[in-house]
């Protein structure tokens, strides 16, 4: 496999099974999804681990891929409230951590999970993806949330950036794209789903694209955010 494809996507409702065959245009290797409903048959949807946030709502990490073999990783004590782990074997050894932030503070159920993780996440490879529910506002009076940068800078000091922004050479509260619009309104729209990586795998990626569309809106209120990474160029690299 020369190029691994993660989405995060917060579907904000629907079936494990109904979602994954919305993103197979997408052709995911891995996929985190939020918001889903119960899972019906945990072999056929290709899950990895997943958990039920609420009676009807969770999230749930996913490996459609044949080519791509994972096994679910315990989170430490301590962390978020909706975070799941897991370690990629194939085909590059990786741990993916995906948080659904929690309110009332966002940015901090973010941090918890980071905190309590920030040795495997120096030591790598590691990603971080998910809504944040914590980033940009972009309805023309750019801002971010409270506490947003704090939560930019753990991830800095841990080693990580935000694939979306790197790629596409931005900075925060200067994002072309948003990933939510409240209540389906085009006109508020954010940018508060990510994807973190090392800061060495930034040169090796080829595709950071939010999904969007007619179709894409009537599903939710969140956007898929597609990370593509060059796995042949990237070879032996770790987390710098």
């Not at 030591?123 to 750019?142: E, Q, W, Y």
């Not at 506490?147 to 990580?160: E, K, P, S, Y």
Request: hydrophobic content about 40%; proline content about 5%.
């Amino acid at each position: 496999m020369s190029r691994v494809r993660i989405v995060t996507w917060n579907c904000r409702s629907g079936s494990v099974g109904q979602r994954l065959s919305e993103l197979a245009e997408l052709d995911p290797h891995l996929v985190f999804l939020q918001e889903c409903g119960p899972i019906e048959n945990a072999a056929s949807a290709n899950v990895v681990c997943s958990r039920m946030i609420s009676r009807r709502k969770g999230i749930a990490l996913l490996a459609p891929a044949a080519s791509c073999r994972s096994i679910v990783r315990p989170l430490l004590n301590g962390s978020g409230r909706a975070a799941i782990a897991a370690q990629i074997l194939t085909p590059v050894p990786l741990v993916v951590i995906g948080i659904w932030a929690q309110g009332p503070d966002y940015a901090e159920d973010v941090m918890l999970t980071l905190r309590r993780h920030a040795v495997e996440l120096r030591a790598g490879p590691c990603v971080v993806i998910g809504d944040f529910n914590s980033g940009s506002r972009l309805d023309g009076r750019a801002s971010q949330t409270k506490h947003h940068q704090r939560l930019l800078d753990t991830c800095a000091d841990l080693g990580l950036v935000s694939a979306y922004h790197v790629f596409h050479d931005v900075s925060p509260g200067h994002e072309a794209h948003a990933t939510y619009f409240h209540q389906f309104k085009r006109s508020r729209a954010w940018h508060i789903d990510f994807c973190f990586m090392p800061r060495a795998w930034a040169s090796h990626l080829v595709n950071v694209t939010v999904i969007d569309g007619r179709e894409w809106g009537r599903r939710s209120d969140h956007r898929p955010l597609l990370v593509e990474v060059n796995m042949e160029s990237l070879g032996s690299c770790r987390q710098a």
